[in-house]
């Protein structure tokens, strides 16, 4: 059950890792990056595989804030969401769009939340799919019609 995007939400809630997981994301569909870091911990350990390692809350932080300087769209399409303990596994569709781009990108995550906070993030996808789905949208006649 994905939540809404109410402040208001209990301490139960709160701490629930699921529940973390799912107000990130509806956070970042809101392109409110600025919201979706307080759900980052300190030391968390993002890894974007196949490409980039981000240590801590500072250098995630710089990452999401790059990211959100050159897109306008980002939606959060979530297939499953599972949780066991402090574990949340989801598997989604992630938008991505600019001026130039508009990418789905369908990709795996793991979560770990601890205090409320996620502490590490790995997503997995096959970039070789994404790189040819962002190719098709880069090199699109903008001017045929559709």
């Avoid at 997981?21 to 300190?42: K, S």
């Amino acid at each position: 059950m994905m939540t809404t995007n109410n402040s208001a939400l209990n301490e139960v809630e709160v701490q629930d890792p699921q529940a973390v997981v799912e107000q990130f994301f509806d956070a970042c569909r809101d392109l409110n990056f600025e919201r979706g870091i307080t759900f980052i911990d300190e030391d968390c350990v993002y890894k974007n595989i196949p490409f980039h390692t981000a240590r801590g809350k500072k250098s995630i932080n710089r990452a999401m804030t790059a990211m959100q300087k050159t897109i306008n769209v980002f939606d959060v399409e979530m297939i499953h969401i599972s949780a066991n303990g402090e574990v949340v596994l989801t598997e989604r569709i992630d938008t991505v769009g600019g001026r130039f781009f508009n990418a789905e990108i369908p990709l795996m995550g793991v979560f770990v939340v601890k205090n409320g906070k996620i502490t590490e993030w790995r997503d997995y996808f096959d970039w070789s799919f994404v790189f040819g789905r962002m190719g098709k949208s880069l090199f699109r006649n903008p001017f045929r019609a559709q």
